[in-house]
T-cell receptor, first 112, second 118 residues
């Protein structure tokens, strides 16, 4: 059974710093991995989608990487801003049952 | 707006009430999903509809009853809920389920309905 873990559960960093959020999954039989952002009490906004054949995707200050063999994905945020404060979730799409499994998220706080 | 609209945004209901949540998408997607998000838990998939047919029910209690009249609309009918059902209910859509569309383009989520059962 696929399990997706995000560590740490919460992170605070000063504005302007570059940071990395981690996502690990136990079953490498995935077809994609998606990163989402969730603001308090709101829905999920898709940030980046990486297909299993890809190693990374970039959008603006965000870069997501995928290493299936080690069961890991990272979300890199460059030059962080207070507006980046939110919860970031990753979700892995399973080849075995076509389900996407979510991690519990990392709550990010950028200090002004 | 993401293209997936959920109403109402907030709902407070008593345990004996009957209410419905609505989800609407105009993205041309054929698969729609209901998720439940409780505090400190990962998102839980509740129901999946693919081309209007229910393809998945993840052991959801019968007090939750989904309805999908067409590929653009999804409802979740609620009756005799319990306080532990209080959560954020999220609707999502994808191009299709099990086909290359859903795999290639990912999921789009609505803003959710915050449900409180009193």
């Amino acid at each position: 059974k696929q399990e997706v873990t995000q560590i740490p559960a919460a992170l605070s960093v000063p504005e302007g710093e570059n940071l990395v959020l981690n996502c690990s999954f136990t079953d490498s039989a995935i077809y994609n991995l998606q990163w989402f952002r969730q603001d308090p009490g709101k829905g999920l906004t898709s940030l980046l989608l990486i297909q299993s054949s890809q190693r990374e995707q970039t959008s603006g200050r965000l870069n997501a990487s995928l290493d299936k063999s080690s069961g890991r994905s990272t979300l890199y945020i460059a030059a962080s801003q207070p507006g980046d404060s939110a919860t970031y979730l990753c979700a892995a799409g399973s080849n075995r049952d076509d389900k996407i499994i979510f991690g519990k998220g990392t709550r990010l706080h950028i200090l002004p | 707006e993401t293209g997936v609209t959920q109403t109402p945004r907030h709902l407070v209901m008593g345990m004996t009430n009957k209410k419905s949540l609505k989800c609407e998408q105009h993205l041309g997607h054929n698969a729609m999903y209901w998720y439940k998000q409780s505090a400190k838990k990962p998102l839980e998939l509740m129901f999946v509809y693919n081309f209007k047919e229910q393809t998945e029910n993840n052991s959801v209690p019968s007090r939750f009853s989904p309805e999908c009249p067409n590929s653009s609309h999804l409802f979740l009918h609620l009756h005799t809920l319990q306080p532990e059902d209080s959560a954020l209910y999220l609707c999502a859509s994808s191009q299709d389920r099990g086909g290359t569309g859903g795999r290639n383009y990912g999921y789009t989520f609505g803003s959710g309905t915050r449900l409180t059962v009193v």
